[in-house]
Each structure stands twice: as C-alpha cells, then as structure tokens.
C-alpha cells in the first residue's frame, strides 16, 4: 500500500470515533485532509467541527460541513489529527504543517484525542523529525539561542525564502538533532522559554488512541 492509502485506511477508521450530534475537533496535513473527505460523507449526523488552521476551516467549508468558532465551543467528545512522529505512549511531535498551536488549543478542549497516522510515524524516542516551536518573531534570535542551549540546532522555517508566517502571525524554529528521552519534561522546558508560543511537543496531553496504518491494516494503540 502507499503511503496515502495508508493515510486514507485510518482516516475511514477515524470515523467510527466521531459522536453523532456533536462537535467534532479537526487537526491539519494530508492524514487530517483524507479524515475531512470522509467526515462529509457523514455531515449531516454532525452539529458542526472545529478547525485548527485556515487550510482546514476552508476545506471544511467546501464541503459544506459548518466550522465553528472554538470561542463558542465548551467541550467536544474528540478531536481527530494526525502527527509527525508518535510513541507507543502516545507522545507526539507536531507541527510540519505550522498549526501545532492551534491543534494544541482545540485538542485541549477536546475529552479525547484520536491520532491518525501512516505506520511511518511510530518511534520509540521523538526527535528524529525536527521539533517544531512557534515564536512571536521579535523573539526569534533569542530563542534559537536558548534552544541550541539545550543540545538541538534551531532553524528558521523558510518560505519562498521568506520566514514562514503561521494562521496566527508567528515564525517556526525548527529543532534538529534533539534526543527527547523526557517528552514531559521537555516540553514544559521549551514551552517557559520567554517567547515561545508552543512548542510541538503534544506529551502532557497525548494521544488518547492512536491508529496506524500498516501494511497489514489498521492497529489501534490505547
Ligand atoms: C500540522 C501537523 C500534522 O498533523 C503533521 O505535520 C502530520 O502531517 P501529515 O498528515 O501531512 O503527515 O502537525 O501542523
């Protein structure tokens, strides 16, 4: 199987998660775009979702599926998303597609966090794939200096060889070379560090269950 039918296989899984009459948490990237295509087959059994970036709200929207503000949201049973590395406990890194502070945000309100994931992402120690941390940019210098401080090598995330400029208006570091041992800890390290708006490390909050694609079909982690 491709990596996209993989993707496609745990996103068709992640449905069976979503609560009738509810509202649903929706993440960002390819995984959570297959999840959207196939949460529309399914929209009129939705009170409406939440989104956790713009590219998300706008495919949502395409699909006529309602977005609400999450400042009119109290809860939600689940929140579903996909991750760029995960751990059999459940600790993400997320972030390669800029949003990792609203995902962080509307997972918070949500009771359960569902990741989806192709086989590809599951490792037993996070940090291979650079650690994503968004900055306010007058702060961005700095923090890459406390950041390399801790044993990583932070680098400016580019766009058209301009910083990139998150939904919120923020830059990405991203850290390379990092052996997170204590995800718990790290991130509570990072997310102090004056300047930092998140860093994408989802540890503290986790994922409740994971779905990973494989070869082999899809495994449920809990
Ligand atoms: C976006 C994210 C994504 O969930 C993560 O990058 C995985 O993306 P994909 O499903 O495209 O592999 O955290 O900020």
């Known amino acids: 199987m491709t990596q996209d039918e993989l ?3 745990v996103a068709q899984a992640a449905i069976a998660y979503v609560v009738e ?30 989104a956790s970036s713009e590219a998300t709200a706008q495919r949502l929207r395409d699909h006529g599926i309602t977005v609400l503000d999450l400042n ?39 009771d359960k966090f ?3 994931a192709d086989g590809s992402k599951l490792v037993d120690q996070l940090g291979k794939f650079p650690l ?4 306010i940019p007058m702060s961005h210098a700095v923090v890459t200096r406390k950041l390399n401080a ?29 052996q997170i041992a204590d995800p718990v800890a790290l991130e509570a390290t990072i997310n102090n560090i004056v300047g930092v708006v998140t860093v994408g490390l989802f540890a503290q909050q986790g994922a409740n269950v994971c779905l ?9 982690l809990q």
């Open 150 to 178: 801790l044993g990583g090598e932070a680098r400016l995330r580019l766009k058209d060889g301009k910083p990139l400029l998150t939904d919120n208006g923020n830059m990405i570091l991203d850290v390379h070379g990092l």
């Open 72 to 110: 009119e949201v109290t809860s939600m049973p689940v929140y579903i998303d996909g991750a760029d590395e995960i751990t059999p406990q459940g600790a993400m890194i997320k972030g390669g597609g800029a949003a990792l502070t609203r995902e962080k945000i509307v997972a918070s309100v949500a």
């Open 7 to 9: 993707k496609r296989a």
């Open 21 to 50: 009459n509810e509202i649903v948490g929706v993440g960002t990237g390819s995984t959570a775009n297959f999840f959207i295509d196939e949460l529309a087959k399914m929209k009129h059994k939705i009170k409406a979702a939440v």
């Open 114 to 116: 569902v990741c989806i």
């Open 132 to 135: 994503p941390v968004e900055v």
């Open 212 to 220: 990973l694609g494989t070869a082999e079909g899809v495994k449920t």
